[in-house]
């Protein structure tokens, strides 16, 4: 009975140790003093958007960096605010279609977008060419090689060839 899939899957909190750990990283802070022990302040920043939090209210979470609720290890620990949060998970509904396809009910599912900062999109290499019989009428399509725009290079070569060709006539 308590092996169902769902059960297993569940969210589980982060230990306080682990939390606390991650409070103080959060904000450049050495978690543990010259003697080992965990040291603690009750503010805090947002990792994502800097906002100051602090302990206790209530305007924060320590998220699942790797989205897996059962992953509670330190780096996959992860302080954000609320607002951080939401922007991150997306939350979709499926539909729950019944014997005869009619819709039972609702299943939302949450899916988390990474914290990564987005990448800058790539220029592309080819483009595609239609390619036309005498009627002008599409016959095809060809992919075509985008030629980078020519950059002026001064041409330095060919004159300094010139001077050490110069140099070396030397009187007998
Ligand atoms: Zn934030």
Known sequence: MSLLWGEEKKRKPFSTKTKKIEWMLASNRNPYDKSGRLRFVKT??????????????RTYDF???DNNPANNSQP???LVCKV???????VKKRKIKGFFGQTVGHKTIKKKVGYKKPKKKKPKKTRRVAIRNIFGEVTGYRTVKIRKPKTT????????VKKTRRKRKKKA
């Open 44 to 57: 805090s920043r947002c990792r994502e958007c800097k906002r100051p939090l602090t302990w206790g209210d």
């Open 153 to 160: 290079k001064k041409r330095t070569t060919t004159r300094k």
């Open 76 to 78: 996959n620990c992860y």
């Open 84 to 90: 951080c949060h939401g922007k991150h998970t997306v």
């Open 63 to 65: 998220d699942h960096k």
